[in-house]
Antibody
């Protein structure tokens, strides 16, 4: 069974930094692209970032480009999101998700339960 | 950049059939497949439809998807109270190398 467990969400001041983690199990982690998606009541679900199975390709939503960095450690079956220069509008529940098919970009089919990031003065 | 437009809300009574639309701002829907997710805030999103009209195993056949031109639709028949949730269409944007979500439609079962 696929399991994705996010952690690292806390309350942080605007301008602060934070690193989210996602530990994966139940599938061959290094064969799959992974993504971060966030949810806030104001914006709904919003794609944040993607990383390919071998970390050779990364991409970001315009709203986080230059501030967030996605990475992965395949030896630890772990996905990360380094968040800097945080803004109040980054407040959201952050999900990690696995792509449906290996070695491709198809669609996210398995999700974690999320970790809550609150950016507040 | 792609954008997907959904109505902010929809409603129906138990047993009814409701349809949620998703329209694109260019040829994105015409040239890419649409996926639909069900989301109850605070929980993990759930894939309902992939590749325009395919249901993952375990999703009831009350849920169906279709696409025509620059628009797509999710239909829910035999509406049940537990169908109350937010529904999102999603498409791959090659120029972004990422996914674009619609704004979401909040479904209320009256």
């Amino acid at each position: 069974e696929v399991q994705l467990v996010e952690s690292g969400g806390v309350v942080v001041r605007p301008g602060g930094s934070l690193r989210l983690s996602c530990v994966a199990s139940g599938f061959t982690f290094y064969d799959y692209a992974m993504i971060w998606v966030r949810h806030s009541p104001e914006k709904g679900l919003e794609w944040v970032s993607l990383i390919s199975w071998d970390a050779s390709t990364t991409s970001y939503a315009d709203s986080v480009k230059g501030r967030f960095t996605i990475s992965r450690d395949n030896s630890k079956h772990s996905l990360y999101l380094q968040m800097t220069s945080l803004r109040t509008e980054d407040t959201a529940l952050y999900f990690c998700a696995k792509d449906r098919y290996s070695f491709s970009y198809s669609w996210p089919d398995s999700w974690g339960r999320g970790t809550l990031v609150t950016v507040s003065p | 950049q792609s954008a997907l437009t959904q109505p902010p809300s929809a409603s129906g009574t138990p047993g009814q059939r409701v349809t949620i639309s998703c329209s694109g701002n260019n040829s994105n829907i015409e040239t890419h497949t649409i996926n639909w997710y069900r989301h109850v805030p605070g929980t993990a999103p759930k894939l309902l439809i992939y590749s325009n009209n395919q249901r993952p195993s375990g999703v009831p056949d009350r849920f169906s998807g279709s696409k025509s031109g620059t628009s797509a639709s999710l239909a829910i028949s035999g509406l049940q109270s537990e169908d109350e949730a937010d529904y999102y269409c999603v498409i791959w944007d090659a120029s972004l190398s990422g996914w674009v979500f619609g704004g979401g439609t909040k479904l209320t079962v009256l």
